[in-house]
């Protein structure tokens, strides 16, 4: 069914994931809004955007290198990764895709060859029939990219901040702990306190009251600025020990199939994302704002 053209398909993934009928003419949930993001909205630089190592021009022109993860190389052929040469830690991850991530915390552990073995069958993979036909993963060149492991000094692992960004505005950040270990998540305002929605099952909230990071509203505004020319972007960061390092930019969140809770909200964060107008006769939008 993904070989369907994606008019179609959107309708199909759309209900099987929400138990929802899909309004592609008149989208009003935030969902819905994103399936209509991957059928109709396609600038170019949009491929550029959510490419891993790509991105990274866009990132340094807008808003400095300084928020920018140290890199080791990028590569077409997984053979060609120079293993010796790389510290003790790092993470490797496609370029092309979605969670196709490995994170090495002591490289003598490491068995290269099934790592070599599985990043070739990253290489293979299509994120755009992979999931949900999301359009902007269509033509991303294959790569692997090796980057510095990222770590704060009284953390397990790293605390994801995922700002949800409308036409240049952060309305809301959607935060991740200890994803490892045991995984926690919470929506939370600008002013950082916590919001009445979330994306996972109760259990799975944050249960414990957490430290506002000292760089949150350098954070906002870095997010804002990357954002600025698009309806609809969640882009996110972490916090290293107050410095700000750029994480991705998604345009798709969870390729539009998780909903939020209590149900209310998809409808009150899908009224922040205005989508621009398709012209009469009018196939796609291939400009942005």
């Not at 000292?214 to 954070?219: G, S, W």
């Amino acid at each position: 069914m993904r070989f369907l053209p994606p008019k179609i398909y959107v309708h199909f993934l759309y209900e099987y994931y929400t138990g929802k009928k899909l309004n592609l003419e008149n989208p009003e949930e935030f969902n819905e809004k994103i399936q209509w993001y991957k059928v109709y909205y396609h600038p170019k630089i949009l491929n550029q955007l959510v490419d891993k190592y790509d991105v990274r021009a866009y990132v340094e022109e807008k808003i400095g290198s300084q928020y920018l993860n140290e890199i080791y190389g990028v590569f077409e052929k997984p053979d060609e990764i120079p293993f010796d040469n790389l510290p003790s830690q790092f993470v490797i991850k496609a370029t092309h895709t979605s969670s196709h991530n490995i994170i090495v915390t002591d490289k003598n552990n490491l068995d290269k060859t099934k790592t070599i073995k599985l990043l070739n069958k990253w290489l293979g993979k299509n994120q755009y029939y992979r999931i949900g036909q999301e359009w902007a993963y269509k033509d991303v060149e294959p790569r692997i990219i090796i980057e510095k492991f990222l770590k704060e000094n009284d953390k397990d692992s790293l605390v994801d901040y995922k700002f949800y960004c409308f036409n240049g505005v952060a309305k809301f950040v959607d935060i991740h702990l200890d994803r490892e270990t045991n995984h926690q998540q919470g929506c939370y305002d600008l002013n950082f306190n916590l919001l009445p929605f979330r994306k996972k099952a109760k259990s799975k909230n944050i249960s414990s009251e957490i430290e506002k990071p000292t760089n949150y509203d350098e954070m906002i505004k870095l997010s804002e600025t990357l954002s600025k020319s698009f309806p609809f972007v969640r882009v996110d960061f972490y916090s290293i020990n107050g410095k700000s390092i750029f994480g991705e930019m998604t345009f798709y969140p969870s390729d539009g199939r998780k909903d939020f809770y209590p149900d209310e909200y998809n409808k009150i964060i899908g009224d922040y994302f205005k989508l621009p107008k398709l012209e009469e006769g009018q196939k796609e939008i291939t400009t942005i704002g």
